[in-house]
């Protein structure tokens, strides 16, 4: 019974993770959020790093939404998954190739996070990410799954 509360907690926290995070890059002008992605070097693309500045706040917020509520949890937790896939995959490359990143940009201007401490995060939010998938049922208690599929059943 605690480890159900626990992997709520982790649901909840995550989500809240999330939903922040793009809240505060979406407050922001997007030019801001554009030059961080700008800096790490990755898609060389003016058009791909517009798109990712003005879609990956939205993504963040909403599936944020939906895992902290656990609406859709496990597509929710999926595409967390390989969202923060992607950004391990990304800042572990700056971290390689040495690059003059003094902060993540995760948080926008709310929170400046050393590349290197970004990358453990990153890391522990993924492991928390598949644990939550693995245990997909007791993740879903006091969710809004939860709730309608007892709405279904009756």
Known sequence: MKINKILVFLRVLIGT???????????QPYENFLYI????????????EKMA?????????????????????????????????SFIIVVGQAIIRQLPIDQCGCFGDLVHIP????FVIDLTVWII???LFKFISATRILSLDNYFLKKEES
């Open 115 to 118: 590349l290197h401490m970004t």
């Open 37 to 48: 992605i700008q800096s790490y070097q990755f898609l060389n693309n003016s058009l791909l």
């Open 129 to 131: 990410l598949a644990i």
């Open 53 to 85: 500045a003005l879609s990956f706040p939205w993504v963040e917020l909403i599936l944020g939404v939906f895992l902290f509520l656990g609406l859709w949890t496990k597509l929710s937790i999926i595409g967390l998954w390989l969202f923060t896939s």
């Open 17 to 27: 993770l999330f939903l922040v995070s793009g809240i505060e890059k979406l407050t």
